[in-house]
């Protein structure tokens, strides 16, 4: 079992920067694929960046301003989040996966197994 706390939202600036924190418990972490996705009211869950120990992926709406990063020592993952706009606005989830996900996998939602329980990004204009 894995647990999985985000911190780091609040609320910020359009132009302004934030770094969300994914602390997880639990299992081996290192081999895992971490990712972030974030749920606007009124719509999906969708995929924002994931990190595995081999590669880094983003979403194109956040490809040059957004970076993950992970610590498996302190069995951390980061998303730091720079030049936000109001669109950025959502809950953002920290997500686990067992195993390493391909390319093809990385971005679905339902090939992760554990999820946090989110925090609040608001972005103003």
């Known amino acids: 079992q894995v647990q999985l706390v985000e911190s780091g939202g609040g609320l910020v600036q359009a132009g302004g920067s934030l770094r969300l924190s994914c602390a997880a418990s639990?299992?081996?972490?290192?081999?895992?694929?971490m990712g972030w996705f974030r749920q606007a009211p009124g719509k999906e869950r969708e995929f924002v960046a994931s990190?595995?120990?081999?590669?880094?992926y983003y979403a194109d709406s956040v490809k040059g301003r957004f970076t993950i990063s992970r610590d498996n020592a302190k069995k951390m993952v980061y998303l730091q989040m720079n030049s936000l706009k109001p669109e950025d606005t959502a809950v953002y989830y920290c997500?686990?996966?067992?195993?390493?996900?391909?390319?093809?996998?990385?971005?679905?939602?339902?090939?992760?197994?554990?999820w946090g329980q989110g925090t609040q990004v608001t972005v103003s204009s």
């Open positions: 997500a686990a996966a067992n195993r390493l996900l391909s390319a093809s996998q990385i971005m679905g939602a339902e090939r992760y197994d554990y």
């Open positions: 639990g299992r081996t972490f290192s081999t895992d694929s």
């Open positions: 990190i595995t120990w081999r590669n880094t």
